[in-house]
């Protein structure tokens, strides 16, 4: 099996957030991929085959199974682009969270994913004892989001993981204003073994319409504060966002499963 590890939203090896990408003709039994994701240890690995004119694309943790995950898709595009694709510009993708689309942009890959729809929720002791900092505004869909007064908070955070993981919420984000960029975000996803994600395409579809509408901009830029740290070009469009990126080849291997 042949396994690509690529670095998204980044131009450059050891930024951004790092994904395996497995290419098969069909997909091996499903705890064979969790094993390889298991053994891999990074927070998603993609699975994609060929079906029909689109491709199927499955992602896993080292824990569960994904309905989605952005950089990983980022991942695979550019795995699929410069290797297998390479005379095209545009891909489909099937997955469980519906179909999306993947344009090659010069240097960039534009993803287009529905957008998340979250409800404003009451700010709990619960959510601030497990971020230790003070928290404006709270949002719930998949995801947990808590708007925080400031990108220096958001960058200092020092949260505590046992008790985000009693959250409601896949993962938990936390995101501000920011000042090079419009909006500076972290996240965080112990539910499913990983404490802090360094780049989470999948969350901004939440993050990037609460920006847009507070900004009243449809194009923003964003950064994701983790320590690998990783910008994200992003657009609304209707219900729909996109979600713009680069990203950088590791390794290519030879599974031996």
Request: with cysteine; glycine share 6%; charged share 25%.
């Amino acid at each position: 099996m042949k396994q690509f590890t690529v670095d998204a939203f980044t131009d450059k090896i050891f930024g951004g957030n790092p994904a395996a990408v497995c290419v098969v003709e069909t997909f091996p039994p499903a705890e064979l991929m969790q094993n390889i994701a298991m053994e891999n240890n990074f927070s998603e690995t993609a699975f994609v085959a060929r079906e029909g004119n689109a491709y199927r694309l499955r992602w896993f943790t080292p824990a569960v199974e994904l309905d989605f995950c952005g950089h990983a898709t980022l991942a695979t595009a550019f795995v699929l682009f410069n290797f297998y694709e390479q005379t095209s510009n545009r891909i489909e993708f099937e997955t469980l969270h519906g179909k999306f689309t993947v344009e090659r942009r010069g240097k960039l890959f534009e993803m287009n994913f529905p957008a998340y729809k979250p409800k404003r929720i009451p700010v709990t002791e619960a959510m601030s004892a497990a971020i230790h900092a003070p928290i404006s505004e709270a949002y719930l869909a998949r995801d947990l989001i808590m708007v925080l007064e400031s990108a220096e908070v958001v960058e200092k955070l020092a949260p505590d993981f046992d008790k985000l993981s009693r959250l409601d919420g896949l993962t938990q984000a936390v995101t501000a204003a920011g000042k090079e960029f419009d909006c500076v975000s972290r996240v965080f996803a112990p539910k499913v073994n990983v404490p802090e994600d360094p780049v989470t395409g999948s969350t901004h579809c939440a993050i990037i319409p609460y920006w847009a509408a507070r900004l009243g901009k449809e194009r923003l830029t964003a950064r994701q504060a983790s320590k690998r740290g990783g910008v994200l070009h992003c657009e609304v469009a209707g219900e729909r966002v996109k979600i713009s990126g680069s990203a950088a080849l590791y390794a290519v291997a030879d599974l031996q499963v």
